[in-house]
């Protein structure tokens, strides 16, 4: 049986196959389309994921939320805050008479499948088997948290075998990740975009504000919570998110164009906004264990895109074991709306566990020759074992390298497949890829790869199944390696880092080229940064490497076994 | 079709295009407040509304039951 998984019209539109049960190709559209965030029908990752596996239509279509349910939200919420919900009704209609309620016609037109073909999934369910079916718990307790689905924001429940329950919910307007969108727009970054700007900014500051921001949050006990609207506007606005009585609290918003300056108060504000929701996490996860009496944790939703909190969870929560989905947020909607109807709706057994990421599209050495041919790039073959040695050499002598091998990660984390590498026991190294590679801020830090083998000497990361295997997962540097300033290209600020695990199994060839590195330096560790410029989405083809090649200060790209030198940009 | 006509054609479909959004800004802005203003009152006043709920105790709610068959996946609602 063949289900296809879609998300879209609202941010990170994917498409997902699932063929018996087991997910064989899954992609967001803003690889194809190379525009970051795309909401748009997912056309060309449905091509990708169909082609990849059987030109025949899926047996099911399936949309990751309830469009009516959702119109139903919108109109209820206009009439509630009327007279001030004239602007969102205004541009929110639109949206939705053009697009958003014709989502069957438009999936039964343009996949060419009958209506009963047609599913809909509500979008907690869909966050909370993104989680729990790709786990390989066989019962968990299930989080879901984000900006908003239907009504639901916040949902806990259970999994048990191929069943899903969510038992309690809060409703719209009432949702964290809506308060931590509000606080990444005062700060002046995109929101859906740059929360984890709001995470890597708070260590440089001290939780100052937690008594104002609790003004904006009552929390109970259970991790329950009801926002003060006096202090939103999102529920009426399109374009801020925050009132005027948002600034009397924290002052003037920071302005968007400053583009990497901030004040400690914005570093501040960030670590006050930071704790407070490791706070709510941290109780509702407590309730979603008690509720479930498991020892397992299913987590998904944007905000579980929040790896400093992860490990808080991870750390205080009572669980054994958290797995975390690399692709947490609405994206991860598409393959979670496909296996919520082939295992709890259709009832059929699961036959599947996600232990690595690499859904995406491939490029064989053919392909990746035949385009450096046509362009006429300068390159270099060399096998496997060759390969590694020298790029590993190069890492090693602080050469930046493009590395691209493959099939593409799904999610927004590179896991060495579209990655930029280099050495993280360079102090400078930090400096140099923010200013000069992805032209960023200054304050955003890098994650490192380390060997799954060498990840507990180096990182304080807490045993079981981690989401450090898909880079989730923010934990303490060891003292030993902070003291002797052993990684300092990949130690945050505030002496934490980022780890991705990399396991023999799952990346044989990246892992390879670790044991390569540590074979010259000692450290089975590399600084792994996304393989993009600031503001695009990661690469996806060679051409898409080999241009941001050109347009940043790399020093060396691998396409497969082909390497380029500096001297081959064009 | 040449590509003058081509020309003429797209500005007609441009032209219409912003008459047509134009119409519909206006009908959405009377129904807004022709259609909302009397639910409005009774959802401010005479019974609970989105985002207004106070209470004790915890602020979750039940989550409705799902039959959870192909036919309820089916529905958009």
């Given amino acids: 049986m063949k289900v296809l998984g879609i998300s879209c019209h609202y941010h990170d539109s994917a498409a997902a196959l699932i063929v018996d049960g087991v997910p064989v190709a899954m992609a967001q559209e803003e690889r194809f389309s190379r525009i970051k965030h795309d909401a748009g029908f997912p056309s060309r990752a449905i091509d990708f994921v169909m082609k990849g596996k059987s030109p025949t239509s899926p047996d099911y279509v399936v949309f990751y939320e309830k469009p009516f349910l959702k119109f139903e939200r919108f109109i209820r919420s206009a009439v509630s805050f009327f007279p001030g919900s004239y602007g969102q009704f205004r541009e929110g209609m639109a949206r939705y008479l053009k697009e958003k309620l014709w989502i069957k016609a438009e999936i039964k037109q343009k996949l060419q499948v009958r209506d009963d073909q047609v599913l809909f999934v509500p979008h907690h369910y869909s966050h909370a088997a993104s989680a729990f079916f790709c786990s390989p718990f066989r019962e968990s307790a299930i989080l879901t948290v984000d900006g908003a689905g239907e009504w639901t924001t916040t949902a806990i429940g259970r999994g048990l075998e191929n069943r899903i329950e969510l038992l309690k919910e809060i409703r719209y307007p009432h949702s964290l990740g809506l308060l931590y969108s509000t606080f990444t727009a005062f700060l002046g970054f995109r929101v859906n975009d740059g929360e984890y700007k709001v995470m890597g900014l708070a260590p440089y500051g001290k939780p100052v504000y937690v008594d104002d921001v609790l003004r904006l949050i009552d929390i109970r006990e259970d991790g329950s919570f009801r926002l003060n609207l006096k202090y939103f506007s999102f529920h009426t606005s399109l374009t801020t998110p925050y009132s005027r009585a948002f600034p009397d609290l924290f002052g003037e918003p920071r302005r968007p164009d400053r583009d990497g300056t901030f004040d400690q108060r914005h570093a501040d504000i960030a670590a006050s906004i930071q704790q407070v929701t490791e706070d709510v996490l941290l109780k509702l996860a407590r309730t979603s264990r008690e509720l479930s009496g498991s020892k397992n944790l299913s987590f998904a939703g944007g905000v579980a895109l929040n790896s400093v909190a992860n490990f808080k969870l991870m750390k205080e929560a009572g669980f054994d074991h958290i797995f975390i989905q690399p692709a947490a947020g609405d994206a991860g909607g598409a393959p979670g709306a496909a296996l919520y109807v082939y295992n709890h709706v259709m009832k059929n057994e699961r036959r599947f566990v996600m232990d690595h990421a690499y859904y995406g599209p491939g490029y064989t050495d053919a392909d990746t020759g035949a385009f450096l041919a046509a362009e006429k790039i300068l390159h270099t073959r060399y096998g496997d074992d060759e390969l590694l040695r020298v790029v590993a050499r190069k890492i090693a002598d602080g050469e930046v390298v493009g590395f691209f091998q493959g099939r593409s990660e799904w999610g927004p984390r590179a896991l060495g497949n579209r990655s930029i590498l280099a050495d993280a026991r360079r102090p400078e190294m930090a400096k140099r890829i923010n200013e000069t590679i992805k032209f960023r801020e200054p304050f955003r830090p890098f994650a490192p790869s380390v060997l799954d083998g060498d990840a507990p000497a180096l990182f304080d990361i807490p045993p079981g199944e981690s989401p450090a295997r898909f880079m989730q997962l923010v934990c303490p540097v060891r003292e030993t390696v902070r003291k002797e300033n052993l990684l300092p290209a990949i130690t945050h600020v505030d002496g934490t880092a980022r780890p991705h695990i990399v396991f023999k199994k799952t990346s044989e060839r990246y892992y390879r080229l670790l044991q390569e590195f540590k074979t010259i330096t000692g450290i089975g560790c590399v600084l792994n940064t996304s393989f993009n410029l600031s503001g695009e989405p990661v690469v996806e083809s060679p051409a898409d490497a080999y241009r941001t090649f050109c347009g940043s200060g790399m020093d060396l790209l691998v396409l497969n076994n082909y390497v380029v030198e500096n001297n081959g940009k064009h | ?77």
């Fill in chain 2, 1 to 77: 079709m040449t590509g003058v006509h081509k020309k003429i054609w797209s500005r007609w479909l441009a032209l219409g295009e912003k008459i047509g959004d134009l119409v519909m800004l206006c009908v959405l802005t009377v129904s807004y407040f022709v259609l909302f203003l009397i639910p409005s009152l009774y959802f401010t006043w005479g019974a609970d509304t989105v985002g207004k709920q106070y209470r004790d105790g915890s602020y979750f709610e039940e989550m409705p039951d799902r039959d959870d068959t192909p036919r309820e996946a089916e529905e958009m609602a």
